[in-house]
């Protein structure tokens, strides 16, 4: 069996919406030129991914959405028709063959649970994926068909697991966690930025599940200008419990990579550090709890020149056992991609230190998260004393 399998095809840089949107999946082919370039991803590790049939997308969306994102992508519906199914609007608009594309990155997701629970490979890498804003009957924050929600159903009908969806994205995960509100066999664990300043508004630590699927909801809103320790924390302590709570038979990752400082729809102060700990986390406990059964997606992510190559290349290192480099990036890749950014590169895997100016609230936006991370798993720790 092998460690990991890198899912990708390149009919996934065709979910495009304009040269111009903030939601860019040339950070795909950033990230695997970053990879090949220091000898860690081989053609051999990619599994190409495929499409999602239409039954399988029912599995988490309306027929007559689909329809509408079908009819849409060909150019026979204005975007006013498609309004009320949140596509044409400025964050959604539409592209031509939306629904190929969109179903494209389903299959990719589809593609990592079946080589992990076929046993082809412990774990499985469709950075691709991650749209978790996408809702049954409309599109939402950039996100058309909900991937993440589709490959939870298929992992339950398909396999009879139970399944922990972990997001990591500095925007609540509300379309994935909303699909299995009711579901005791799903729990859904959210870091994010709270919903106070930041779309999509969710993710209180009140929500946690509705009727049996009440306590399988967990919620951990951290306040803007949050740091690396305090994150790290909230992340480390979230998940052990979480993990010793529902015990899980197969863990999905959502690996956002935008609360990093320079991320510019966010205000979280993140550094390339929680980026090198938030995976290794995932795959030590994806370990002890599920067999090694550990899928992952992509999902936001908005500086991609900075950012996103070099977060997204440490998720697939640890994936693979791979040390984590230090010091230069390659200069081949620097020179290749350099002409092309907006931004001058961060040269190194770390980011200089100091990254930013000192935050003048600090301590009060530790504590105030730290006081959030005892009511969010106050439920937990109460089972556990009584």
């Known amino acids: 069996m092998k460690k990991a399998v890198f899912v990708y095809s390149p009919e996934q840089l065709g979910y495009k919406f304009s040269d111009t949107h903030p939601f860019n999946h040339k950070r795909l082919t950033l990230t695997m030129d970053l990879l090949k370039n220091i000898g860690a991803l081989d053609d051999v590790d990619i599994v190409p991914a495929r499409i999602a049939t239409e039954e399988e997308l029912l599995l988490a969306h309306d027929p007559k959405y689909i329809e509408i994102v079908k009819n849409a ?8 028709q498609c309004a009320s199914y949140g596509i044409g609007t400025e964050d959604t608009p539409i592209f031509e063959n939306m629904h190929e594309a969109s179903a494209q990155l389903v299959g990719g997701t589809l593609t990592a649970v079946d080589c992990v629970m076929e046993g082809k490979a412990q774990h499985a890498l469709n950075l691709g994926g991650g749209l978790h804003h996408g809702f049954r009957g409309r599109a939402s924050g950039f996100c058309i068909y909900n991937d993440s929600t589709v490959a939870i159903r298929y992992l ?32 859904t664990l959210s870091i994010h930025e709270t919903g106070r300043y930041l779309f999509p508004g969710t993710g209180n630590i009140t929500e946690r599940g509705n009727g049996q699927g009440y306590g399988t909801s967990f919620n951990f809103p951290i ?3 949050t740091e690396d320790e305090s994150f790290l924390e909230i992340y480390e302590k979230a998940m052990r419990e979480v993990f010793e709570f529902f015990k899980p038979d197969v863990v999905l990752t959502q690996n956002g990579a935008d609360a990093h400082y320079f991320d510019p729809l966010t205000h979280l102060y993140g550094t ?27 999902g936001g992510g908005y500086d991609i020149w900075r950012v996103v190559p070099r977060a997204w ?32 590169f961060i040269p190194t895997w770390e980011d200089p230190n100091p990254l930013y100016e000192p935050i003048p609230r600090k301590a009060e936006i530790e504590e105030k998260n730290a006081q959030m991370l005892e009511k969010a798993l106050h439920i937990i720790r109460t089972e556990k004393r009584s």
């Open 156 to 187: 339950q009908e398909k396999y009879n697991a139970r399944v922990l969806y972990v997001d990591t994205d500095a925007h609540h995960g509300d379309g994935v966690q909303w699909s299995f509100y009711e579901d005791p066999n799903v729990c």
């Open 272 to 298: 390339m550090n929680i980026y090198r700990e938030i995976p290794k986390l995932a795959h030590k406990l994806a370990h002890e709890y599920c067999d090694g059964k550990w899928i992952a997606v992509g």
């Open 223 to 225: 306040d803007a200008f």
């Open 73 to 80: 992508g060909h150019g026979k519906l204005s975007e006013a």
């Open 313 to 344: 290349s440490m998720l697939w290192l640890e994936m693979t056992d791979q040390k984590i480099p230090t010091g230069a990036l390659p200069q081949a890749w620097l020179d290749r991609w350099q002409p092309e950014a907006p931004v001058p």
